[in-house]
């Protein structure tokens, strides 16, 4: 994504339009001059997207996705708009750019995060719900999970796993980041997610020394601290019995870090009765559906006709173009959408798990379909990256497309995609150097984060304290039981990143 206009006036102007959300500016410059929807900062730090994305400017999102903004672009650290939104828990940034087809596979060049790991860390729920949508089939949840092997909706349950279980630097996955900051909202999905009770960490990576290498989710919730969290984790049938590397058992852990509030449901032998949990409240089984109709019709339907069966009853103001499977109520395809990424109702009070409710009779839609005659008004895409997310994990169609399917390329399912155009870098663990184990268990635990590669003995202690202080402006409230959890996350980033996020918050 290089910077070919330069220090181009215009382009600096739009980089600020995108950061302050002026709506009105970005219009202007863009209708001047549409490449400009391509500038970047000096260096590649960032796109005018990316600003976008990380301060919560829908309609500028969307201005610059239509004028041609490449949804997949990278930053210097490899950090693509989808990346951030989720970052920053901003959830109809997110909604936007998959409808654009952006790739929520995509991992980031310095430790392997994905936008998974960037929503599970911060605690974004509603974030999570959306990246997994094109992976989780609208049905019922009990009949996805007992699918055979050859069925279709097996198989996207099969890219469902592989992804929400894709480990980041140090072999940390989504799981063990949410267990870890106390997110038991996060955790709960994440598990309905069929996220990995038994995923360990590597033996090298971001935390070898820390909690141990070898730990698991159960692991990092006891260092936590979250009760709910190791609840959650222990109903779904999680070891108490699992060592890590380090020989510590979850209970050995909950000790080191003080957290003796866990001991009594983390002993080996413990009789505690654990309570029952549901499904998650956040899962959104009819989000495929409607993602799919929303990227063929668009969501700037047409005005409403005068007959007032056709008008959505709902917003009142837009023509009715989807129905729920079961009650066939009709809605648009904007509140369908914003009904089924918003609801947070629990399962059991509407019907099967996972459906969403009716905002007319309270029925669980489980999907919807698409009204006859709606107008198919399909986003533009970038037609280099186009690709619809599933396509990343799951196997390349045997039968090449015909001629007459070339014709169309919106209908076309690209056969294969070599890897090296998906990541030009390998998103591996880095290796890491050593460090001392942690032995705060009283005192304050001091940062070993730098910002430009110096130890800690190298920096005063006024410096320490200015560069703590700056993180925390930076990266908002961290929770305060857990004194180490930067470490955990942070240590790997490096002066490029402090760079690429202080520019986006200046």
């Known amino acids: 994504m290089g910077n070919s206009f330069g ?22 410059l863009l209708q001047f001059n549409p ?23 829908n309609e500028i999102v969307m201005l610059l996705l239509e004028h041609g903004a490449d949804v997949n672009s990278r930053n210097y650290c490899g950090q693509t708009a989808l990346m951030h939104a989720c970052r920053y828990g901003h959830w109809e940034v997110v909604q936007t750019l998959l409808l654009f087809r952006s790739n929520v596979t995509r991992a980031d060049y310095l430790s392997g995060k994905t936008a998974l790991h960037f929503a599970a860390f911060n605690g974004h729920v509603r974030c999570i719900r959306l990246v997994v949508a094109d992976f989780v089939p609208s049905a019922p949840y009990e009949t996805i999970t007992s699918m055979s092997d050859g069925d279709k909706n097996s198989s996207s349950l099969s890219s469902l796993s592989k992804f929400v279980n894709k480990a980041a630097d140090g072999g940390i996955t989504a ?7 106390g997110y038991f909202d996060c955790v709960q999905l994440l598990l309905d997610l069929h996220a990995n009770l038994s995923a360990v960490t590597f033996h090298y990576g971001t935390s070898m020394d820390l909690i141990g290498a070898g730990s698991t989710p159960l692991h990092y919730a006891a260092c936590g601290g979250n009760l709910k969290c190791c609840q959650i984790i222990l109903a779904r049938g999680a070891s108490r019995m699992t060592l890590n590397c380090n020989g510590w058992l979850p209970l050995d852990v909950a000790r080191i870090w003080g957290r003796h509030w866990l001991e009594p449901w983390l002993e080996p032998n413990s009789e505690l009765a654990l309570p029952t949990f549901p499904l998650s409240k956040f899962l959104s089984l009819p989000l495929m559906s409607i ?3 929303a990227r063929e019709c668009g969501l700037q339907s047409s005005t409403a006709s005068f007959d007032d069966s056709d008008t959505c009853a709902v917003c009142l103001e837009k023509a009715c173009t989807v129905a729920a499977e079961g009650c066939a109520h009709e809605l648009c395809v904007k509140c369908a959408l914003y009904l089924c990424s918003t609801s947070n109702i629990t399962s059991e009070m509407i019907g099967p798990p996972g459906s969403i409710p009716c905002p007319l009779c309270r029925h669980g839609i489980i999907s919807f379909v698409k009204l ?3 107008p198919a008004k399909e986003l533009k895409l970038n037609l280099a990256l186009g690709l619809c997310t599933p396509c990343m994990l799951q196997t390349c169609d045997p039968n090449p497309p015909t001629a007459s399917s070339r014709s169309d390329f919106r209908k076309t399912r690209i056969p294969s995609v070599p890897s090296d155009l998906l990541c030009p870098v390998s998103c591996s663990p ?7 184990s942690c032995t ?6 001091p940062s070993l984060e730098t910002p430009d590669g110096e ?3 190298q920096q005063s202690p006024r410096h320490s304290q200015g560069v703590s202080d700056e993180q925390d402006k930076m990266e908002g409230p961290r929770i305060e039981k857990t004194t180490c959890s930067s470490m955990f996350w942070n240590r790997r980033s490096c002066h490029r990143e402090h760079q690429c996020k202080s520019e986006i918050n200046a």
């Not at 799981?175 to 900051?181: C, F, K, R």
């Open 7 to 28: 220090c181009s006036a215009s382009g600096e102007r739009l980089i600020s339009a995108a950061r302050d959300g002026d709506l009105v500016e970005a219009r202007m």
């Open 35 to 57: 490449c400009l929807a391509r500038y970047s900062t000096f260096g590649g730090l960032n796109s005018p997207l990316h600003f976008a994305a990380a301060k919560g400017h």
């Open 455 to 457: 130890t800690q003995d």
């Open 440 to 445: 705060c268990n009283d005192d304050p635990c």
């Open 430 to 436: 880095f290796p890491s150097v050593a460090i001392p």
């Open 175 to 181: 799981l063990h980041m949410a267990a870890l900051n």
């Open 291 to 293: 993602l799919n109709i």
């Open 372 to 374: 006859p005659g709606s």
